[in-house]
């Protein structure tokens, strides 16, 4: 699914280009028919082609054969995860090596004799090895033969960016500082800056062109059913930590905190109307925001702003979680579309997983294919709430 996606965006980046290359050098412009016509046969060649090289055949994607390297509860979890269903289509468990044995060495600790862990790599076919490993100090890894399986072309990596190439998380209980300092990404400048701003811009316009009926006919229902006011301003925490106030279309009804006291949205809140939760169910409570975006307190995808009273104790539970802030905020993002409606300081853990890995990997490629993905999620109103 995820590689559909991409081929789909990926052509439609490619009309956009040809579409200038046209315009720009008149001389290889090609009639509108024909275009239409090979852009569809095009198109649907590639994907026929990728269907029957999944499908039909075993060589869609090349099997990475992994080497489970560690002992404790982080080589069970790599374990338990490389034998889900579907996993093997493209990376497979080979096998676990670990780390301490019966051999009892001078400083009380039992280790194992790694003299053979190349000659373990070849005998499995081993293509890459993980290192499931908390505690690194004090030899505990066999480095030198870990280089040489590295030498022998075996690829070694850690835990977390084994996570991060497999689920897009960037998992907190394995991150250390150091890794987020010396690692790739986390890219900014004020190229990409200019880029992402022209983006938010343009999609901003559009969207707020096409969507302009259904907002006046969604301002209309909340007026009739429950009054004034129809928008509803919050205080949000944006990039750096700065606040700004966010538009949204009134869902619940008048005085829904009355006593002050901010409140995460549950499952069937009854602090909800009916009309509202059809417009949360299709996301057009969240079409003010656009303005948000124009105004430059937002951008189009990013992490998703929280109330200033939720942040702050947010970040006394959950560590890095101050780094989300480090880009604009957004009306979508990776962890809207991969993780269901968040409301409990555990599903604010588990989207920081998702929303560090934006931050990290963040493109206007990436953007693009989070656009894909909220398409669908708007279409089958998954995590509303």
């Known amino acids: ?81 490389l034998h889900e269903a579907g996993r093997g289509r493209t990376v497979q468990y080979a096998g676990v090596y670990p780390v301490v044995a019966e051999r009892v060495m001078p400083d009380g600790e039992r280790r194992f004799d790694h003299a053979h862990l190349l000659r373990t ?93 259904v907002l006046l006919l969604a301002i209309l229902a909340v007026v009739l059913e429950s009054g004034r006011p129809v928008f509803y301003r919050q205080e949000r925490v944006g990039q750096g930590g700065r606040p700004f106030t966010i538009m949204k279309l009134r869902t619940m009804v008048q005085d829904a905190e009355k006593d002050g006291q901010p409140r995460w949205a549950g499952q069937n809140d009854a602090r909800i109307t009916v009309v509202g939760r059809i417009l949360r169910r299709t996301r057009i409570d969240e079409l003010p925001q656009l303005f948000n975006v124009l105004r430059g307190d937002m951008s189009f995808v990013g992490p998703r702003p929280e109330r200033p009273f939720f942040v702050r104790h947010l970040l006394e539970d959950i560590p890095y979680y101050d780094v989300r802030h480090s880009v604009k905020p957004g009306i979508t993002g990776w962890s809207q579309v991969r993780y269901p409606y968040g409301a409990s300081v555990e599903d604010s853990l588990a989207k920081l997983q998702y929303d560090l890995y934006y931050v990290k990997n963040h493109s206007l490629f990436l953007d693009l294919l989070i656009l894909v993905d909220t398409v669908q999620v708007v279409l089958l109103g998954k995590g509303a709430r």
Do not use: H
């Not at 075993?58 to 995860?81: H, Q, T, Y």
């Not at 908390?134 to 040489?148: I, T, Y």
């Open 121 to 213: 790599t070849r005998e499995l076919r081993v293509s890459e090895i993980v290192l499931a490993v908390r505690e690194r100090r004090g030899g505990v890894l066999p480095l030198r033969q870990l280089l040489d399986c590295k030498l022998k072309g075996v690829r070694v990596m850690d835990l977390t960016s084994f996570y991060e190439r497999e689920m897009g998380v960037l998992k907190i209980d394995n991150l250390r500082a150091s890794w987020l300092i010396f690692s790739q990404g986390f890219e900014q400048g004020l190229l990409r800056d200019m880029i992402k701003r022209s983006f938010d811009v343009a999609v901003s316009l559009i969207l707020l062109t096409l969507a302009l009926p």
């Open 1 to 81: 699914r995820v590689t559909m996606q991409r081929l789909v965006v990926a052509y439609g980046l490619s009309l956009v280009v040809m579409t200038a290359v046209f315009y720009l050098f008149p001389a290889t412009y090609v009639g509108r028919g024909v275009f239409a016509v090979t852009s569809v046969f095009a198109v649907a060649g590639v994907l026929l082609l990728r269907v029957m090289l999944f499908r039909v055949s075993d060589i869609g994607l090349p099997k990475r054969r992994v080497l489970v390297l560690g002992n404790g509860p982080e080589a069970e979890d790599i374990i338990r995860f």
